[in-house]
Antibody, heavy 119, light 107 residues
Framework: EVQLVESGGGSVQPGGSLRLSCAAS????????LSWVRQAPGKGLEWVSG????????FYADSVRGRFTISRDNSKNTLYLQMNSLRAEDTAIYFC????????????WGQGTLVTVSS | DIQMTQSPSSLSASVGDRVTITCQAS??????LNWYQQKPGKAPKLLIY???NLEIGVPSRFSGSGSGTDFTFTISSLQPEDIATYYC?????????FGGGTKVEIK
């Protein structure tokens, strides 16, 4: 069974940093691209960042490029999102998502972790 | 970026009704479109992929159609457990983009 379990969310002041993790199991981790998708309170879904299976290719939404860094450790089956220079508008639930092999189709989602940016 | 325009933003229907949601892409995305169901406090769940393929385990009352820029999602007979918000999403190009969502309620 595919499982994606996020952690690392919390409250932080504007300008602060946070590192999210997503522990994966139930599939061949290095075979699948992964992404972070967020959802602001009461709002829709927004793709944030993605990384290829091997980790060499990374992709970002314009809204986070230069502030967020996605990475993965295939030896630990874990995905990360380093978030710097956080803003109030980054407040959201952050979901880890798996892509079908060779596709950008998202087939599994984690349950999410809440990030709150507030003074 | 590819814009996804989903309508309506909300709807209210009776149990047993046929419900239809549309999604329009700002450019040709072939059939690279998903439909997700999201219940409050939960992660999205994949229902339809490649515009018209039903994910394993999803009830057959859910269906999708379309290609290019115009897509339709249908619940043939609305059930109480279908109360949720539904999203379309294109995966033809990065950045992945989602429709604004359709909140489905029971009348």
């Amino acid at each position: 069974e595919v499982q994606l379990v996020e952690s690392g969310g919390g409250s932080v002041q504007p300008g602060g940093s946070l590192r999210l993790s997503c522990a994966a199991s139930g599939f061949t981790f290095s075979s699948c691209a992964l992404s972070w998708v967020r959802q602001a309170p009461g709002k829709g879904l927004e793709w944030v960042s993605g990384v290829s299976g091997g980790g060499s290719s990374t992709f970002y939404a314009d809204s986070v490029r230069g502030r967020f860094t996605i990475s993965r450790d295939n030896s630990k089956n874990t995905l990360y999102l380093q978030m710097n220079s956080l803003r109030a508008e980054d407040t959201a639930i952050y979901f880890c998502a798996r892509h079908l092999t060779g596709h950008w189709l998202i087939d599994y989602w984690g349950q999410g972790t809440l990030v709150t940016v507030s003074s | 970026d590819i814009q996804m325009t989903q309508s309506p933003s909300s709807l209210s229907a009776s149990v047993g009704d046929r419900v239809t949601i549309t999604c329009q892409a700002s450019q040709d995305i072939s059939k690279e479109l998903n439909w997700y169901q999201q219940k409050p406090g939960k992660a999205p769940k994949l229902l339809i992929y490649d515009a018209s393929n039903l994910e394993i385990g999803v009830p057959s009352r859910f269906s999708g159609s379309g290609s290019g820029t115009d897509f339709t999602f249908t619940i043939s007979s609305l059930q109480p457990e279908d109360i949720a918000t539904y999203y379309c999403q294109q995966y033809d190009n990065l950045p992945l983009t989602f429709g604004g969502g359709t909140k489905v309620e029971i009348k």
